[in-house]
């Protein structure tokens, strides 16, 4: 229970608070100016101070931020649980607080904000000290949202008293406090993190910021078959490459003498075939015939001059002459032919066995640089299959993983939508107070709606009329007290309600004194404390009941008459 207010200048007007309802009021005199509000007062700010008190992070540059406030410092006393300790915390410095232990003779210790917090977690929601490890766990500052708002953002929602709260984080928090397994949403959301990172994978490999092939996975399988064949067969074939380093030489040698050979071959052939004629004509008869050397002569002799004819044993001289000189020159031609022929078969034959011996060393050795493509084929082939198997492995552990989180997404769905059914008895008394309290407001019956499905817990209300302003902060103001209630049921140390005047904009007059008079009787009731701010002309005075003395619930009055009246002392 928080028991006091107040900071260390002396225009401060300290506040005390007691169990029950508390009301702060803000009047507006009739002296004051049309530029005057009952927010100068203060009253905002005290709702600020409490928070900050407790923890809470300031934020922009007015309120609490206001460079007159600079140098202040604010203390509040309060009971957590057993221990009743002053907690104060300077605006100049507010990354840490002091404690002082008043049942310990006021001793005192400096913490840092977050241990602070943390104790705050553990007196008030029994929170324990291994969340702050974990991610979307409850905290104290968030819960504390729920029983202290402040700004009118936070009147817009009942379950989300936080401006743009993640829904997360709204169903962590309101799970909680409605005693259902908080850890169900948490679960939720950490798969969502694990899908968001693999939705970003998959965009990045269509993207291709990640090289990827579209390919079907069974295709790529195939082509990894038959490609792992042909690496396996280019490998053998290397370990089996023996290189010869003159293998060019050898080579370039090799085919000199096939050009050689072929060569001395066309030469034999021509010679032989030379050969066969000369053999053919150094055969025929070598006889002269007289009888025709006669009729040659004589048909000479009718052509030539009678001097030139000789006599016909001058004639048979010359042609015996003639067939003498013929036949020496086959002979030798003949010879010569055979010489050249049986010479030229002698250098075939070592040719044709020097080609022999080269082919046969090439036959059995490689080039080093036919080795070098060679290889490289193979490096091509093995650095394609290497890629393959990655992207075959990479689109399977997309597949998984895609598998795994529908898996654990169903999971989820179950254990949320059993421990809705388990909890039942909770959820059924927290629909109950709900609607009792709206009931006791509006005499009509206002329905909280909790149920479970594929997205985790869903919270909303339907209550007839529900969009005019006032019905709307009248569902906050039960689905609050609600919470608090739970919250004293459950044994939580929270023990405080504190809403802003805010609450009650656009409330009828009645529902406004029903509400202060309903809050009056469970605070008593169920031991907490309630306390609001409220201006002067807001209060309902006329629609309380009779033996309801809300003036004694009244335990500040602040006003513009005098600016020593605000809750400061100062302006600014």
Same mark, same amino acid.
């Given at each position: ?5 107040? #900071?260390?200048?002396?225009?401060? =007007? ?80 507010? *990354? ?22 943390? /104790? ?25 949202? =729920? ?27 309101? #799970? ?105 004509? /150094? ?17 000479? +002799? ?16 010359? =042609? ?7 036949? %020496? ?51 091509? @082939? ?12 990479? *689109? ?68 007839? +009329?529900?969009?005019?302003?006032? @019905?709307? *902060? ?20 929270? %023990?405080?309600?504190? =809403?802003?005047?805010?609450?009650? %904009? ?62 400061? +002392?100062?302006?600014?």
């Amino acid at each position: 229970m928080i028991e006091a207010i107040y #900071a260390d200048h002396d225009g401060f =007007h300290k506040v005390i608070f007691t169990v029950g309802e508390n009301i702060i009021l803000a009047d507006r005199t009739a002296a004051s100016s049309k530029k005057d509000t009952r927010n100068a007062v203060g009253k905002s700010l005290l709702l600020e101070i409490i928070d900050f008190c407790l923890g809470s992070q300031l934020s922009g540059k007015k309120g609490l931020k206001s460079p007159a406030l600079k140098d202040w410092s604010f203390t509040m006393k309060i009971t957590l649980v057993d221990e009743t300790i002053s907690v104060t915390r300077r605006l100049d410095d507010s *990354k840490s607080v002091t404690i002082e232990y008043l049942s310990q003779n006021n001793r005192q210790k400096t913490l840092s904000l977050q241990e602070w917090q943390q /104790i705050l977690g553990e007196k008030l929601f029994s929170l324990p000290t291994s969340l702050k490890e974990e991610k979307y766990a409850p905290t104290a500052r968030s819960l504390l949202k =729920h029983f202290i708002r402040t700004g009118k953002e936070s009147y817009i929602d009942a379950f989300r008293p936080v401006p743009k709260q993640k829904s997360y984080a709204a169903q962590i928090d309101n #799970a909680f406090l409605l005693g259902l397994d908080w850890r169900n949403p948490q679960s939720l959301q950490l798969l969502k993190d694990k899908d968001a990172s693999l939705s970003a994978l998959k965009k990045a490999i269509k993207d291709g910021v990640i090289g990827a092939d579209t390919t079907s996975v069974a295709k790529l399988e195939t082509e990894l078959i038959l490609l792992s064949r042909e690496c396996e067969e280019t490998k053998n074939n290397l370990d089996r490459f023996e290189v010869l380093p003159q293998y060019r030489d050898i080579e370039e040698k090799a085919n000199s003498l096939t050009v050689k050979i072929s060569r001395m071959n066309e030469d034999n052939f021509i010679d032989g075939e030379s050969l066969k004629n000369y053999e053919k004509s /150094i055969k025929e008869p070598e006889d002269v015939d007289n009888e025709k050397l006669v009729r040659l002569f004589k048909e000479a +002799g009718s052509i030539l001059p009678r001097n030139v004819v000789k006599t016909l044993d001058q004639a048979k001289d010359f =042609h015996i002459s003639l067939i003498r000189d013929r036949r %020496d020159f086959l002979a030798n031609t003949i010879r010569s032919l055979r010489e050249s022929i049986s010479s030229r078969k002698k250098a075939l034959e070592e040719a044709v066995e020097e080609r022999a011996a080269l082919l046969s060393l090439l036959k059995n050795k490689r080039a080093l640089d036919e080795f070098t493509v060679f290889q490289e084929k193979y490096t091509e @082939k093995l650095t394609r299959k290497n890629i393959l198997e990655e992207e075959i492995s990479r *689109k399977k552990e997309l597949g998984r993983a895609k598998q795994k989180l529908k898996d654990e997404r169903d999971d989820i769905e179950k254990r949320t939508c059993a421990d809705r059914d388990e909890k039942s008895s909770l959820v059924d008394e927290a629909i109950c107070l709900f609607d009792d309290f709206l009931r006791a407001l509006y005499k009509k019956s206002g329905k909280l709606i909790i149920s479970a499905g594929r997205n985790g817990y869903e919270f909303s209300t339907d209550i007839e +009329g529900a969009s005019s302003e006032g @019905k709307g *902060k009248m569902q906050i103001f039960c689905y609050d007290l609600t919470l608090m209630i739970l919250a004293r049921k459950r044994g939580l140390g929270i %023990d405080f309600l504190i =809403h802003d005047s805010t609450i009650f %904009d656009g409330v009828d007059s009645r529902q406004c004194a029903r509400a202060l008079e309903l809050v009056a009787y469970l605070s008593e009731k169920y031991d907490f404390q309630y306390i609001c701010t409220m201006n002067t002309d807001s209060v309902p005075e006329q629609d309380f009941s009779a033996d309801f003395n809300y003036k004694s619930k009244v335990r500040l009055v602040l006003n513009d008459k005098d600016i020593s009246e605000s809750l400061f +002392g100062i302006r600014f």
